[in-house]
């Protein structure tokens, strides 16, 4: 199945709650209303990583 289109965001920041973090999220969208992504994320508490897929509708 050709990739229509994709993206790749990164962010650095700070929040009150958890210090510094950084995040990496990329995607591609397979269908004009159907896309997969996955992320990484991590601060000076944890780590963690997921993956899904958004499904976008209406006019």
Do not use: D
Not at 17 to 33: D, I, K, P, S, V
Not at 35 to 47: C, H, I, M, S, V
Request: glycine residues 18%; hydrophobic residues 40%; positive net charge.
């Amino acid at each position: 199945m050709p990739v229509r289109t994709g993206y790749l965001e990164a962010q650095a920041g700070v929040s009150s709650l958890t210090g510094a973090y950084t995040r990496l999220e990329g995607g591609a969208r397979l269908r004009q209303n159907l896309g997969l992504f996955g992320f990484a994320e991590a601060n000076q508490r944890e780590r963690m990583a997921g993956a899904g897929v958004r499904w976008t509708f209406g006019g």
